[in-house]
């Protein structure tokens, strides 16, 4: 019965919609009139969990939330008793609106020519029309980092808010870290030797070109800085030292991609040498060097828990323990999904399985709201439902984090967000095909 | 080999291939003169007696029988008298050989040589099947190659080509330096075979190991059809011609001739497959081992197969920082220390073993590895036996080599001690079927002893001097003694029969450097170094220039006692840890015991079957078998108590869609059709991702052949009894399945360019229609020859069989399908030759055709959520499989993904998620409903009475990404327990830092690769099934830098 209750119910969303290929999910118009959420459960992140509150949210910033609050004249009221609100949850390592079919050539860019490339800017070539954003968020994940791959210094990856019409709209941070993909550990016990020496010299001749650039980069900026002082003219432009500025003068964060014990190391020891901010992702073996990344201040962004063991050696559950571990050890860590395109929907069950394995619960929360927040520098206005944040939140029918919750209602800087996404598109689409084949059949 | 085996090797008509170029270079050549030959004699008469005596040596007559003292008569090659008393013939050279001991010359059955002659015009279609290639007739004797074997006393070795599948047949040579026509002893030992490809390939067939195999089992077939069709064709009328096929003929003659068959091992996994294959056809195997046969010695020694095997072992593996020591399996470590104890182990199992150096980066310390393998446990005796006796007998060369006996070839080892025990012994002469070959430089004599003389004194008179010569008689050590006053010598040397020393002369009156020169004088055959009358004839050459001459008299000193040169830890060492199953990491000691009686109590049970989830319910086992559930249900004396108190029950989960435990490389993807490939050939239990799905709850796994042709090979339904043998794992009542694909990967979209048919989605759809024809055609060819028997018979095809069986519904067919177009057409075509398709796997647009499936009465087996990683997955909704199991179709959520298989619990709470499917519902997608497409629900897929105790213990509801798998059952066996595994973990933990600690103390240099010979690693995915993940691209990326 409650199956056919749910078929019904498909039916009357699918009368009000139109399918089609497109991604024809209209973006939410700004906020006009001051909302209140009343009567849910509010988890606001930070601070206690509110039952039966409300969360009022004015021009696209919360302005209120807990119980008994005196709401303005003109407040639209929603009623979710029942239902969860929770901030909108935060992904720091996506290729989302860069890449909408991995296969098709046509349809990826997200890596550009060569090892070199701090210039690029994901934000430039965001798609807003990607049919993977409205499935995203659909799921709660209602932010973004975006980032470029491939090479050495792969380009700046950019935060962006998973709805408007234009990249500009949907921009939260545009250069939000420079992400670098680490020279990868060689596995010596089971390459041939041959392979294994021509990898090894690859791999020398990276962590030398990427010292390199380090100081190639910095003498660009002595050089600058050295005419600016002289009142000479600036030297002849390079466009990608120019990118690397924000990144010596510690602005922007250097997220480099490393799951081995000696990549964190170096990455560590380099960043610590040229005084740049380092954010690791991956952090396979992160807590094997949980005292460096401790005391040099070093975050984590865990790459998917729910992934493999790396080596035939571990403990089954190594990967779904890497948060815990961390936590315990006192290193700054987020949870990113594993996937970082069309199934970025299932961060909240990579953080479900950190919380299965050690994580308290209440950790496992922030691990994919707050401290995504706090590593990628946006937490003044995402991360948590706090007075002057942004209005960006989810209502669900339980906790995210767990499988048999559904978002029903989700809200980004106070607009509200059409839930609807290519998946429901085509199932409702197809559920015509099968009332119209049962509609036969009753009539003969 | 029989007896006789070698009249049948004289090879008859090798003289004539020789041309008499190569003859006259043998003769210049060879020392031998007396072998009746063809060639015609150049020049004058070379008629040398050939008779040589070694006189007062130990004979080691054969393993275990000694001769202390005795003689050894070598005549034209043989050898003529033997033993303690032996007269010496007159006409022989006489060398004396006290203090030596001689060996029968060591046989060597693993060489390998490259075959370059061109390919037979009528070897049959594929080059990698060559039975008709002879290395006999190929054989290039290299002189640094002989030599190096004569340093390790190996006077003879079997020989094999090198390239192919089944790659030739094998020549016993000597090691003399001699041309082939005299050093090919016997011209076909044995026809050697490798159950894998030189490489994965996409063009040539076969690309895979499982390809080689079927390719090897066809072949077998087919040597037997076409000997059979060649007599119909000969003895009667009006039949086609068969092809002329030398690679059959020759395999038949071989098969026929009962000749052995080697096969060679990568791991004991390949051991295990050549066995089967040997029993499959009744075939004389014999397996080239991989050194990992200890790690299952029980099913090695069961399988009565000989072994040669190597002395490889592995080096210190990379521990040389912390960092480094990570990524070092337990499994590395113990192979490491346990590997030595190989060839011992497999003695002591009673398991006939030959050595060989083959896989030694330096053929030069063969010796050298047999004695570290002595020291750790291969007694003497069997090391001398692996390397003389089992060898001749394995190859049937028995009546000619192995052992010191009179009539057997003169091919020997002098050495100056035991070669097995004594570290520094060392080979000092090679005798090759009677020709001496000098290892060691040979000493005119042996100087050590006491030398008396005298010289004048100064003022008249002599006085006594003398010198002690001591050391090794090559490295003459020693002092001069004048008066009570000495000097040690220095510059020792001999030079023929001249010997020369020196001394600082200071402590003994002579102010400066004194050197001494002497000729050695000794008479005929007195050259012992006890024989009276050996002299030195020399003299002093003093400081300022005087000479002193001096004639000096020999004495024997007693022998000083040797130290013993073998240290004492590496004596006692012994490997650390006993093997476990499989070896290493998180490997079981024995398999799990299976308690008569089990039951859980207290649980809520998910039972997947008619009586929905209990909550408290009770659920008994016995021997294995799930006996009574329920909440009334009473406990069983005796029975072990499971207290399962909030906590869940399920069945096992079954993952109906899955690449891992195999290691044949998942592809055949040479060929649109290769349903003659099983996937069952390569099961690879050790593959650490089945315990780590156990600890996700899967209890049964369908390993598919990948989706690169349309039809692929035949699946291999698996329970993952962790520890057990590949064929231990097979789920024994599965009904056999094979792999079909459509779309884009068989059309090769991915991949670059193709021009493979098919290369459309029309193509596919043709080319289905045309193999079912084909397999209808073959049935009715085959009944019509058994009703009539007119003709040609039909060849026995392995491809049309499966093809066969899938149109008689014996076999079922997984098709990995994605767009309804090319479901609805597959699907068609099956309904015209009415075959039901059991699943189509991935059917991500299943939800657009639902209705059709449900008719036709195929299961659906997909993906909760994947999509848009391809451009045949941009519809997949993950609202799919809700809408499927509305439509009536048997539904369920797979893997196709190592990772994924871990929680694919979760991936059933996604149909609740995704299209409201009920809970319990839910469940059965990765449960009953992968059973019954499978075939295997009466057995297992849910907790009813009479099914297997495939069950999983979890601590919160199964639907939760918060809840953990706790225990999982196997047949009423715990394979998986979260307790215990925390426990292994410290085991293991100090296992490793015990191995690591040693490692380290060996000092031993750190190897960086196993070994060099070519070791693909065959692909463990489906890498032809796009980019579904990352992890997947990052899995390309590197496949391809291994290209």
């Avoid at chain 1, 993909?181 to 016990?189: D, G, M, R, V």
Wanted: neutral net charge.
């Amino acid at each position: 019965m409650k199956q056919l209750a749910q078929l019904l119910a498909w039916l009357v969303a699918a009368a009000s919609t139109t399918a089609s290929l497109a991604h024809d999910v209209v973006p939410g118009a700004p906020q006009k009139e001051p909302i209140a959420l009343v009567g849910g459960t509010i988890h606001p992140v930070v601070g206690a969990v509110v039952e039966n509150g409300t969360v009022l949210f004015e021009a696209g910033k919360l302005t209120a939330i807990g119980r008994d609050i005196a709401l303005p004249k003109n407040v639209r009221k929603i009623d979710v008793r029942g239902k969860h609100v929770y901030p909108g949850m935060i992904d720091v390592d996506t290729e989302i609106g860069l890449v909408e079919i991995q296969a098709v050539r046509a349809t990826v860019d997200d890596a550009e020519v060569g090892e070199v490339n701090p210039s690029a800017r994901a934000v430039t070539a965001f798609n807003p029309d990607s049919e993977l954003i409205p499935v995203t968020r659909s799921n709660g994940v209602l932010t973004a980092m975006t980032c470029p791959r491939g090479g050495l210094l792969c380009g700046l990856g950019s935060v962006m808010r998973l709805d408007g019409w234009t990249w500009e709209d949907m921009t939260v941070r545009g250069d939000a870290a420079m992400i670098v993909e680490w020279p990868a550990l060689i596995q010596t016990q089971t390459a041939r030797l041959e392979q294994l020496r021509i990898r090894e010299e690859k791999r020398a001749k990276a962590l030398e070109q990427m010292t390199g650039l380090f100081e190639s980069a910095r003498a660009y900026q002595k050089l600058k800085r050295a005419r600016a002082d002289q009142g000479a003219p600036p030297p002849d432009y390079d466009a990608r030292w120019e990118a690397m500025l924000p990144v010596l003068e510690g602005r922007t964060p250097l997220h480099v991609r490393a799951d081995d014990m000696r990549q964190i190391q170096s990455a560590v020891a380099l960043a610590r040498k040229e005084g740049v901010r380092l954010v690791i992702v991956g952090g396979y073996n992160a807590p094997e060097c949980a005292e460096l990344l401790r005391s040099e201040n070093v975050a984590v962004v865990v790459k998917g828990t729910n992934r493999l063991p790396r080596y035939r050696n571990d403990p089954y559950d190594a990967p779904f323990t890497v948060p815990a571990r961390l936590y315990k050890a006192g290193v700054k860590f987020c949870i990113s999904a594993s996937d970082r395109m069309a199934n970025v929907r299932n961060l909240p069950y990579h953080a479900g399985a950190a919380a299965a394995y050690g994580l308290p619960a209440e950790e496992a929360l922030k691990s994919v709201t707050l401290y995504p927040a706090q590593i990628a520098g946006i937490d003044k206005e995402l991360g948590s439902l706090e007075k002057g944040k942004s209005a960006t939140l989810i209502v669900t029918t339980g906790d995210p984090l767990d499988i048999d919750c559904e978002v029903t209602a989700a809200y980004i800087d106070g607009r509200e967000v059409d839930l609807t996404d290519r998946h429901k598109q085509l199932r409702d689409k197809y559920q015509q095909k099968y009332q119209q084949i049962n509609a036969a059949r009753q009539q003969d | 080999m029989t007896a006789c085996s070698f009249r049948r090797h004289v090879p008859p008509n090798l003289l004539r291939r020789l041309g008499p170029l190569c003859c006259l270079a043998l003769l210049a050549a060879s020392g031998h003169g007396v072998e009746p030959r063809t060639a015609p004699v150049a020049g004058l008469h070379d008629n040398t007696p050939q008779t040589h005596a070694l006189v007062g040596a130990k004979l080691v007559l054969a393993p275990g029988k000694v001769v202390e003292k005795g003689t050894i008569v070598l005549r034209d090659g043989l050898i003529t008298a033997v033993g303690p008393d032996v007269s010496v013939p007159a006409s022989a050279v006489v060398s004396d050989m006290t203090g030596r001991t001689i060996y029968a010359g060591f046989v060597d059955a693993g060489g390998e040589q490259e075959v370059t002659a061109p390919r037979s015009a009528v070897g049959g279609w594929n080059d990698s099947i060559r039975p008709h290639v002879r290395l006999d007739e190929n054989y290039k004797p290299a002189s640094d190659v002989n030599k190096r074997y004569r340093s390790q006393g190996v006077t003879l070795r079997i020989v094999a080509p090198s390239a192919g599948i089944i790659k030739g047949t094998s020549a016993a040579v000597t090691t003399a330096d001699d041309a082939p026509t005299y050093s090919v002893v016997a011209p076909q030992t044995a026809l050697h075979l490798q159950l894998e490809p030189a490489a994965e390939s996409e063009e040539n067939y076969p690309g895979s190991p499982m390809g080689a195999v079927a390719l090897v089992r066809q072949t077998l077939h087919d040597a037997v059809w076409y000997a059979r069709a060649s007599e119909v064709f000969r003895s009667g009328t009006n039949v086609p011609r068969p092809e002329a096929n030398e690679a059959l003929a020759s395999l038949n003659a071989i098969l026929a001739s009962k000749l052995p068959l080697v096969v060679q091992s990568r791991d004991w996994h390949y051991f295990l497959r050549a066995d089967a294959l040997g029993r499959e056809f009744d075939l004389p195997i014999i397996v080239h081992g991989s050194g990992t046969e200890y790690q299952r010695l029980d099913a090695v020694r069961a399988s009565g197969r000989a072994v040669i095997v190597p002395l490889n072992f592995p080096g210190a593996p990379n521990v040389a920082n912390a960092e480094a020591a990570l990524t070092v399996s337990l499994e590395t470590l113990m192979h490491w220390d346990i590997a030595p104890e190989n060839p011992g182990r497999l003695a002591a199992a009673g398991v006939r073993i030959a050595l060989t150096s083959r896989r030694l980066k330096l053929s030069d310390s063969l010796l050298a590895q047999v004695r570290k393998a002595v020291e750790r446990g291969l007694p003497p005796d069997d090391a001398l036996k692996a390397l003389t006796v089992t060898p001749a007998e394995l190859f049937g060369l028995e009546k000619r080599y192995g052992t010191l006996e009179v009539g057997k070839a003169a091919s020997l080892v002098v050495a100056d001690g035991d070669l097995f025990t004594n570290p520094k012994a060392k080979v000092i002469d090679t005798w090759v079927e009677g020709k001496r070959f000098a290892i060691q430089p040979h000493l005119f004599a042996d100087l050590r002893g006491r030398w008396d003389f005298t010289i004048p004194k100064a003022g008249g008179g002599t006085e006594p001097v003398s010198l002690e010569l001591e050391g090794e008689a090559e490295k003459i050590t020693g002092k001069l003694l004048r008066g009570k006053k000495e000097a040690t010598l220095k510059n020792t040397a001999m030079d023929g029969a001249q010997w020369s020393a020196a001394f600082k002369g200071d402590e003994l009156d002579w102010k400066g450097e004194v050197q001494i020169s002497a000729a050695v004088l000794t008479a005929r055959d007195d050259t012992r170094e006890d024989a009276p009358g050996m002299k030195l004839d020399g003299f002093l050459l003093l400081p300022h220039g005087e000479r002193v001459p001096f004639q000096a008299k020999h004495t024997v000193l007693e022998a000083k006692k040797k130290p013993t040169h073998v240290q004492a830890d590496d004596k006692d060492r012994a490997a650390l840890y006993a093997v476990n199953f499989p070896l290493g990491d998180f490997g079981l000691a024995a398999p799990p015991m299976q308690p008569k009686l089990l039951a859980f109590t207290n649980a809520t049970v998910w039972t997947s079957g008619p009586a929905g989830k209990l909550e408290g319910a009770t659920v008994v086992v016995a021997a294995g078998k799930i006996q009574a559930v329920g909440r009334n249900v009473a406990v069983p004396k005796g029975a072990t108590v499971v207290d399962a108190k909030g906590k869940h029950l399920t069945p096992g989960i079954i993952d109906c869609h899955s690449h891992i435990a195999t290691d044949g490389g998942v592809n055949e993807a040479t060929q649109s059709i290769t349903a003659e490939v099983r996937v069952g050939d390569f099961v690879d239990s050790n593959d650490i991702n089945i315990y780590r799905q156990l600890a996700g709850g899967v209890t049964t796994s369908n390993i598919l052949h990948g989706s690169a042709n349309t039809i692929g090979g035949q699946n291999q339904v698996l329970k993952f009894r962790w520890g057990a043998l590949p064929e231990e794992m097979k789920f024994a009542t599965a009904p056999a399945g094979i792999k079909f694909a459509l779309g884009e990967n068989v059309k090769r979209s991915n991949w670059g360019s193709s021009s493979r048919y098919p290369q459309s989605r029309m193509g596919v759809e043709q080319l289905l229609r045309d193999a079912f024809r084909a397999a209808e055609d073959y049935r009715r060819r085959w009944k019509e020859y058994r009703s009539f028997k007119r003709g040609l018979p039909p060849r026995f095809d392995l491809e049309q069989e499966a093809l066969v069986e899938v149109l008689e519904g014996k076999r079922l067919i997984h098709c990995h399908s994605y767009r309804q177009d090319e479901i609805l057409a597959f699907l068609r075509v099956c309904e015209e030759f009415h075959v039901r398709v059991a699943t189509l796997q991935h059917i991500l647009e299943g939800y657009k055709v639902a209705d059709v499936m449900a008719k036709h009465g195929a299961g659906g087996s997909s993906f909760s959520d994947w999509w848009a990683y391809k451009f045949e997955v941009y519809d997949a909704i993950p609202y799919n499989g809700a809408i499927m199991h509305e439509a009536g179709v048997v539904v369920s959520f797979n893997s196709d993904d190592a990772e994924l298989a871990r929680r694919l619990n979760l991936e059933a709470a996604k149909a609740v998620k995704y299209g409201g499917v009920p809970p319990e519902e839910a469940l059965k997608f990765v449960t009953l409903n992968p059973a019954k497409q499978l075939g295997i629900d009466k057995h297992v897929g849910s907790i009813e009475p009479g099914k297997d105790a495939d069950l999983v213990l979890w601590n919160g509801s199964p639907l939760s990404t918060f809840a953990r798998c706790e225990q999982t059952w196997i047949d009423g066996r715990k394979y998986f327990d979260r307790a215990e595994d925390v426990r292994r973990r410290e085991e293991m933990a100090a296992r490793r830092t015990a191995l690591i600690q040693r490692v380290i103390a060996s000092g031993e240099p750190i190897e960086k690769s196993d070994d060099d010979e070519k070791k693909p690693s065959w692909a463990r995915d489906d890498i032809y099934c796009g980019c579904r993940s990352p992890h997947a691209r990052l899995g390309q990326a590197q496949q391809q830098d291994g290209k």
